[in-house]
Antibody, heavy 118, light 112 residues
């Protein structure tokens, strides 16, 4: 069965960077985009971007341009999300999700809490 | 950026039905049925409950149904149960020729 397992909670200081990983299993990793979605405290779901593991094509939401980078390592079927210049407004639960043309986002990771605090 | 608009909250009693609307102006939303709905309980991963506006993934209760007409998609939950209390999000592609996604603001369903 399809599974996405994310790395553990992170605590960062303002100005730092964070990397969250997402290990995929149960399907052919390269055939589906990996999307990243976050939920800040008290806010709704916010789509951040997607990346295709095979082609390396990616697209990021405009508000994260310059701070957000996604990558994948196909040999270990793992996707990574790097967010830099963190502020307290980046405190959120970050989710990876598999993209599917008709379903949009069909399977989700368990979420990773990133806390930004001095 | 174009938005998907949902009511902030709805409520219903156990056994009743509620409908949550999602209104948008994006071409991919108004022209195609590429709308998904997600159920999100606090501390858990969002769960796909409706895709292509009206299709239920395997394992999703038939108490959940979806429909779409023009610029409005709707999620109906019938026979409300306590465990249905959650936040529900609609989601669509943000633009034509793009795999970028857009979420509605989310609707909190209170089961009274």
């Amino acid at each position: 069965q399809v599974q996405l397992v994310q790395s553990g909670a992170e605590m960062k200081k303002p100005g730092a960077s964070v990397r969250v990983s997402c290990k995929a299993s149960g399907y052919t990793f390269g055939t589906s985009d990996i999307n990243w979605v976050r939920q800040a405290t008290g806010q709704g779901l916010e789509w951040m971007g997607w990346m295709n593991p095979d082609s390396g094509d990616a697209s990021y939401a405009r508000k994260f341009h310059g701070r957000l980078s996604m990558s994948t390592n196909t040999s270990i079927t793992t996707a990574f999300m790097d967010l830099s210049s963190l502020t307290s407004e980046d405190t959120a639960i970050y989710y990876c999700s598999r993209g599917a043309w008709l379903e949009l986002l069909d399977y989700w990771g368990q979420g990773t809490l990133v806390t930004v605090s001095s | 950026q174009s938005a998907l608009t949902q009511p902030a909250s709805v409520s219903g009693s156990p056994g009743q039905s509620v409908t949550i609307s999602c209104t948008g102006t994006i071409t991919t939303f108004t022209t195609y049925n590429l709308v998904s709905w997600y159920q999100h309980h606090p501390g858990k991963a969002p769960k796909l409950i409706i895709s292509e506006a009206n299709k239920r993934p395997s394992g999703i209760s038939d108490r959940f149904s979806g429909s779409k007409s023009g610029a409005t998609a709707s999620l109906t939950i019938s026979g409300l149960q306590a465990e249905d209390e959650a936040v529900y999000y609609c989601c669509s592609y943000a633009d034509t020729d793009s795999f970028d996604k857009l979420f509605g603001g989310g609707t909190y369903l209170a089961v009274l």
